[in-house]
């Protein structure tokens, strides 16, 4: 197909009550993998933007210049509607299936019917503005959508749709700081006392090495080095199918007690080998899963033993307390976030540590005695000392 090689557009000036530049202008598009020629209009902006038809026409000439490069070549274009169905198709089966499921519940739910017969190129940053500001669900959902929408536009990116960001200066909405459960040593001490058979095994490897749920229903007997009291966190099971663990720090060995090692020797003398080769399975040898586990077994024993667990929380309660209990005891950062298979130590710091720092306490216990108003007389002395202490 012959293009132009130069083209100048045509500008107009449109409108009553508002007056808006309109640019037209030919372009060659790919569509379905076929070459077009299309006939494309463009709002530059209104009267206010550009006073007099020169300045519009020095924006005309920068929005031109690309396709007037000797070396421009056309692009593919699509509705978000039929790029979403081809990244759904092409991309989301490389993805884990709980990602994927996730990803496509905010196409069905959100992005396509919102976007649906938009094009690609013709979405920027106002317009997935607007579509946040039309979504009613909780800000964690909101963030959740827009991540599926940028990997999306990487794509899009990536294959030569789009060239623009579509997020610049995207404004999210606000997630609320909320309290995380944890249990305590002794309600742990409690849940393993009263538990039986291999649940005892499950929660006292949970309560000591904070596994994952997935992880540790992807146990197998070879991940166990009884020997050497390791635990190595190989796969991990979702929805009674393995996966590999949740990221690359995910994988990784775990340190266990003398104790659990030896309970784990004589669980493993006692244990019914499965095709897979499982820790924990079923008897017709498929892998625990969690959330049976936690409506069978564990919220019932938690009912017996008088232990309240906020709604949401369940095994993970665990994995709270063995971070929590790793900051009590000093124990260094790196190791709690390798322990705990974090890619980031700040989520090991700022969700999963519920501990108050002892330097903390004995900060407030000084500063308590110096504005006790019962307490002895009030000494700058005092309070310089404290400052001192702590600032330096």
């Known amino acids: 197909m012959a293009r132009y090689r130069f083209q100048a557009g045509s500008l107009s000036l449109r409108g009553k009550r508002r007056k808006i530049w309109v640019l037209r202008f030919r372009d060659d598009v790919i569509e379905d993998g076929q070459v077009r020629r299309i006939r494309r209009s463009v709002v530059l902006g209104a009267l206010t933007d550009f006073p007099t038809r020169k ?9 031109l210049s690309q396709i007037n490069r000797a070396d421009y070549r056309p692009k593919p274009v699509a509705t978000f509607e039929n790029f979403a169905a081809r990244w759904k198709s092409k991309i989301l089966p490389n993805w884990k299936g709980a990602s994927a499921i996730n ?27 607007q579509f946040l500001s039309s979504l ?3 800000a964690k959902t909101v963030r959740n959508v827009v991540m599926t929408l940028r990997s999306l536009w990487r794509t899009a990116k990536a294959w030569g749709y789009v060239s623009h960001n579509a997020f610049d200066g995207l404004v999210l909405p606000h997630i609320g700081r909320r309290e995380r459960f944890f249990f305590s040593l002794q309600e742990i001490q409690k849940i393993l006392r009263a538990a039986e058979g291999p649940y005892r095994t499950f929660y006292w490897l949970v309560g000591e090495t904070g596994l994952r749920s997935g992880e540790l229903c992807g146990l197998r007997v070879d991940d166990l080095d009884v020997e050497n009291r390791l635990v190595r966190v190989r796969q991990s099971v979702w929805r009674g199918k393995s996966q590999s663990p949740k990221s690359e720090k995910a994988v990784r060995e775990a340190a266990i007690s003398p104790d659990l090692a030896n309970h784990l020797a004589a669980y493993v003398r006692t244990w019914r080998p499965n095709e897979r080769r499982l820790l924990f399975a079923t008897r017709n040898g498929t892998p625990w899963l969690a959330d049976m586990v936690l409506k069978r077994h564990f919220r019932p024993l938690l ?7 906020p709604k949401g929380n369940g095994l993970h309660a665990f994995r709270h307390a063995v971070a929590t209990e790793m900051d009590r005891r ?3 950062l790196a190791v709690r976030t390798r322990r705990l298979g ?3 130590a700040r989520l090991t710091l700022d969700t999963y540590t519920h501990a108050v720092s002892e330097d903390e306490r004995h900060f407030v216990e000084e500063l308590g ?3 006790d108003p019962n307490g002895p007389k009030f000494e700058e002395k005092a309070v310089a000392q404290v400052q001192n202490k702590f600032v330096n």
């Not at 300045?55 to 929005?63: C, G, P, Y």
């Not at 959100?110 to 094009?119: A, M």
């Not at 009912?303 to 667990?309: E, P, T």
């Open 55 to 63: 300045l519009a026409l020095r924006e005309v000439e920068i929005r």
């Open 103 to 129: 990803a496509r519940s905010h196409l069905s739910r959100y992005l396509v019917p919102f976007f649906g017969k938009t094009q690609l190129r013709d979405i920027g940053p106002e317009l997935v503005q």
């Open 136 to 138: 009613t669900v909780s």
């Open 303 to 309: 009912k017996r033993l008088g232990i309240a667990v």
């Open 330 to 332: 000093g124990v260094p």
């Open 342 to 344: 974090h890619s980031d």
């Open 369 to 371: 005695r110096i504005l």
